[in-house]
């Protein structure tokens, strides 16, 4: 079987494009690739209607790269078996591309394929067989015009820049004195870049000049001077809690400053009065008994 498809890409994108397994394998109507293929051979089912039949057959396509001519062909090898069924069938299709001017540029595929097979396959017409050929390279040249617009090629330029991996890291030097340079000895650079314990301390004492860091506030400073210009409540409360646990603070009663008010005794006559009504009840009593006991010995 012989038929001529047309592409709208260059020559030369197509020709990288057809070099490419797993594109090829997508272009093809009616793939259903596995994810865990191989990129180079790709594996999946191939749902084919010839006729009124649809088979379904599950196998793997290869490519064959193209010679160096311009005029090199690129073949395309694909094998499976049927899903449901003893049959087998066997493709080999070359493609030859030219430039193409009609209906505009690009190229027109020109293939030239044979089937082998055997089972389901075989009870199809020659007719019918030829009707599905054709109609899977066309539908092949709509889904390859698709995907080369969705994924452009790579060009060249950028296809034959090495990429991160792919930089040679030169070996180290084994001479003992190639690193020389790069330690200096102490002392044979400029006095201006050396600085000693002196210079350090001159700069730290810049750095927290008051012109640069604003004057901390009493009240968040730590320290015998920090405790001595706090309330006496707010230090004894800073002392009491550095060095204790967080789980002791949040429970312990707070102290100084936040420790809570007593409320102040706004009773203090009915404090008098109720020692005073239990005395005078005392007293009275008494002097019931002495009253009585008096006139008894009258």
């Known amino acids: 079987m012989e038929h001529e498809v047309y592409v709208p890409f260059p020559v030369g994108t197509v020709r990288q494009a057809l070099t490419e397994p797993e ?22 089912r191939l749902r084919l209607r010839i006729g009124s039949s649809t088979i379904t057959y599950r196998g793997s396509l290869t490519v064959s790269e193209p010679g160096d001519g311009a005029d090199a062909a690129v073949t ?17 299709l070359t493609v030859r591309l030219s430039p193409a001017t009609e209906p505009g540029p690009g190229t027109t595929l020109s293939c030239a394929g044979t089937v082998h097979g055997d089972g389901r396959l075989t009870e199809a017409t020659d007719r019918s067989a030829e009707s599905a050929g054709r109609r899977l390279l066309d539908r092949f040249a709509e889904n390859l015009t698709e995907d080369l617009r ?3 090629v790579p060009d060249a330029g950028q296809a034959a820049r090495p990429g ?5 890291v030169p070996p180290p030097s084994l001479d003992p004195h190639s690193d020389e340079d790069a330690a200096e ?9 050396a600085a000693g314990p002196a210079d350090t301390a001159d700069a730290l004492d810049d750095l927290v000049s008051e012109d640069r860091v604003p004057e901390l506030r009493a009240e968040h400073a730590y320290g015998p001077e920090a405790d001595a210009a706090a309330p006496a409540e ?14 002791e603070v949040d429970h312990a009663p707070p ?30 009593a008494s002097a019931v008994v002495v009253g009585r006991v008096l006139r008894r010995r009258r």
């Open 234 to 247: 707010a230090a004894h409360a800073r002392r009491t809690m550095i060095g204790r646990s967080a789980e």
């Open 23 to 44: 594109r090829v394998a997508r272009c093809v109507p009616g793939v259903q690739l596995d994810a865990e293929a191989a990129p180079h051979r790709p594996e999946g």
């Open 185 to 193: 000895p102490a002392g044979t650079g400029d006095p201006a870049d």
């Open 76 to 92: 395309v090898e694909a094998k499976g078996t049927e899903a449901r069924g003893d049959g087998a069938v066997a493709l080999t």
């Open 164 to 168: 991160v991996f792919d930089t040679e």
């Open 150 to 152: 969705q994924r452009p």
């Open 255 to 284: 102290r100084g400053r936040y420790a809570p008010v007593p409320a102040p005794e706004t009773g203090g006559t009915s404090a008098t009065l109720r020692w005073a009504a239990p005395a005078a009840a005392v007293v009275l």
